[in-house]
């Protein structure tokens, strides 16, 4: 008990006193998530808008394959884009592997069916009644789209929400596409890996509290989101 009192103290110190080489890896972290997500919500949005309002043969079935890729292990990810990004892979030539881009692509592939789904279901409970008045009164089909997005955007900045801490938590594919390289590639969830196998707790603790600290803002802002949608309604 008392060695998990003076590691948590010294991880305290490390996140108060600044500890440039701690800062550096939670930079990097959510740099790269940020990025994924940004460049990830645009078309997810787009595509689950097309499968609320588009008239094609397969929705169901193309509904069911992104709910199923909600569980796909993030090593799994992690190991495909491996094989393409690889030497002998089809991208080999790109250089791309053990890099943040690498971690970004890594990271979009993980969000983009989470995003799909939740927007998907955020997008199916609104009034159907917003799209067709809209087209009605002659507005553009993009204008439409965003009218109907308007309508359910606390359940779409949910969706962005839950899909970044999906992504800035993940492990597997960071490590495998990144290669865990300091002051570059080496995050929170793979510093804390690399440290603990060290037996160095202080810092894995230190970046263990700033993942919970962001889960807990998350958890806050959605629960304000909610309440914000509820009063709305």
Not at 13 to 29: A, R
Not at 123 to 148: C, K, N, Y
Not at 173 to 190: A, D, E, K, L, W
Request: with cysteine.
């Amino acid at each position: 008990m008392s060695g998990l009192l003076i590691n948590t103290q010294q991880a305290l110190q490390l996140l108060l006193s600044g500890d440039p080489k701690l800062w550096s890896i939670v930079i990097i972290s959510f740099s790269v998530s940020l990025k994924a997500i940004v460049l990830t919500t645009p078309l997810a949005l787009l595509v689950a808008f097309a499968l609320n309002h588009g008239n094609f043969p397969g929705i169901r079935f193309i509904v069911a394959v992104f709910n199923s890729l909600l569980s796909v292990p993030t090593v799994v990810i992690g190991l495909f884009l491996y094989v393409l990004l690889s030497r002998q892979g089809p991208f080999g030539d790109l250089r791309l592997l053990f890099t943040q881009t690498a971690m970004v692509i890594g990271q979009m592939f993980l969000c983009f069916p989470i995003l799909v789904a939740l927007g998907y279901a955020a997008i199916q409970a609104a009034d159907q009644r917003v799209w067709e008045t809209a087209r009605t009164l002659g507005a553009p089909s993009w204008f439409s789209m965003l009218t109907v997005f308007y309508e359910v955007r606390f359940g779409l900045l949910a969706a962005v929400l839950t899909g970044f801490g999906r992504i800035i938590s993940e492990v597997g594919i960071s490590m495998m596409v990144g290669g865990n390289i300091m002051g570059y590639t080496r995050n929170i969830t793979t510093a804390i890996a690399l440290e603990t196998s060290k037996g160095e707790f202080a810092q894995g603790i230190a970046l263990g509290l700033v993942l919970l600290t962001l889960a807990f803002l998350l958890t806050v802002f959605l629960s304000y989101i909610q309440g914000k949608k509820e009063f709305a309604a």
